[in-house]
């Protein structure tokens, strides 16, 4: 698959099979993960792998919708405030860092056939207490991970010339 043909097939899945992810994909989805850019290389986050099965009622706390229980695997990205790149001004980086970690993963699994769906509407405190985070660690992305049981649609995005602008805004 080329990268244009994977930046087309990734999209939100919101359905899924309920078979399990194999662990060598899992892997591979972790290790894209790993090999994501970060500011300054800080690598400031930490991913929690979390099994669905038999944890469907304290999984459905921390998202409300019901298609977050279909697939096998929930990935809670998280962020460490203190490791993170700072700007002069003050700009923390965090947040960039972790949007590419969760990107690299999703298409990674987009490439090996699974779904995912970034999932940024969660119950902060509930996933804080579910994880047991410590204080400095902020949850920043949960990400479904699973075997498709849908199909992407068409994207609906901006026509180009409403997002790019030459030389000066
Ligand atoms: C930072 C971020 C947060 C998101 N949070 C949610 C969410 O909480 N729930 C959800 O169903 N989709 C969520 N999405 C998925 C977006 O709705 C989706 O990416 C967008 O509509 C484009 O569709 P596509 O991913 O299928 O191309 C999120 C996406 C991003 C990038």
Not at 75 to 91: F, H, P, T
């Amino acid at each position: 698959m080329t990268f244009k043909e994977l930046i087309h097939q990734r999209y939100s899945c919101r359905a899924y099979r309920p078979e399990p992810v194999e662990e060598d994909k899992l892997m591979q989805v972790l290790e894209a993960a790993r090999l994501a850019p970060t500011a300054a290389n800080r690598q400031p986050f930490q991913i929690i792998v979390i099994h669905i099965r038999g944890k469907e009622q304290d999984i459905q706390k921390l998202y409300h919708r019901d298609w977050v229980l279909q697939p096998p695997i929930l990935l809670c990205i998280c962020g460490i405030e203190a490791l993170a790149w700072v700007r002069r001004d003050g700009k923390s980086y965090l947040d960039a860092d972790a949007a590419i970690v969760v990107d690299h993963m999703t298409l990674e699994a987009a490439e090996l056939g699974l779904g995912t769906c970034w999932i940024a509407a969660f119950d902060q405190t509930a996933v804080r207490d579910f994880l047991h985070l410590p204080d400095g660690v902020e949850p920043l992305f949960l990400l479904t991970l699973g075997y498709p049981n849908d199909q992407a649609g068409p994207k609906a995005r901006k026509p180009l010339e409403q997002i790019v602008r030459y030389e000066h805004w």
